[in-house]
T-cell receptor, first 115, second 110 residues
């Protein structure tokens, strides 16, 4: 299957700082990227969907000013958690798909801990 | 509101048993249903189903979709301890959203 690389795999930051997570499609053009959040022992909660060159579509209840998503190229999307608080600590996963195939492939995920 | 519901939420069986995992959905503009296996980190893709009644098979795993009754099942035969994982069902719908169910935590005991 296609390869999606997410970086960093884990990050610890101080409360009030911002953290950027990158998601790259390595061998295909990702026209659509999805960002999910996963709490322990729970399923993936869709945060937003982004299409290359367009503004992201956020799910209800997700603060767009807090979780900034940029999808400026066909191989890169970034999620920036701004002014992070301890309650933002979670596992964040991206997935990507191209314009032809319906299946989406996942990055390795980023474990964010805000202290 | 779009929703994907998996059952059971948790299942514990012995090695060698056969298991059936269920996924039902209610979404607008259904496009396809996907099954993923999640062990430690990111989910890995198993199957994508778009048509009713056509079984997809990969080794001991198989899956089928019923678009009339809005559900899918994932079967695993002759289970092994390495099959222990969370199995996630997700549905692609018209707005290009991939919505996940809660997952089924499968534990295979030796």
């Amino acid at each position: 299957g296609a390869v999606v690389s997410q970086h960093p795999s884990w990050v610890i930051c101080k409360s009030g700082t911002s953290v950027k997570i990158e998601c790259r499609s390595l061998d295909f053009q990702a026209t659509t990227m999805f960002w999910y959040r996963q709490f322990p022992k729970q399923s993936l909660m869709l945060m937003a969907t982004s299409n290359e060159g367009s503004k992201a579509t956020y799910e209800q209840g997700v603060e767009k000013d807090k979780f900034l998503i940029n999808h400026a190229s066909l191989t890169l999307s970034t999620l920036t958690v701004t002014s992070a608080h301890p309650e933002d600590s979670s596992f964040y996963i991206c997935s990507a798909r191209d314009s032809v195939h319906t299946e989406a492939f996942f990055g390795q995920g980023t474990r964010l801990t805000v202290v | 509101e779009d929703k994907v519901v998996q059952s059971p939420l948790s299942l514990v069986v012995h090695e060698g048993d056969t298991v059936t995992l269920n996924c039902s959905y209610e979404v607008t503009n259904f496009r396809s249903l996907l099954w993923y296996k999640q062990e430690k980190k990111a989910p890995t893709f198993l199957f994508m189903l778009t048509s009713s009644g056509i079984e997809k098979k990969s080794g001991r795993l198989s899956s089928i979709l019923d678009k009339k009754e809005l559900f899918s099942i994932l079967n695993i035969t002759a289970t092994q301890t390495g099959d222990s994982a969370i199995y996630l069902c997700a549905v692609f719908q018209g707005a290009q959203k991939l919505v996940f169910g809660q997952g089924t935590r499968l534990t295979i005991n030796p």
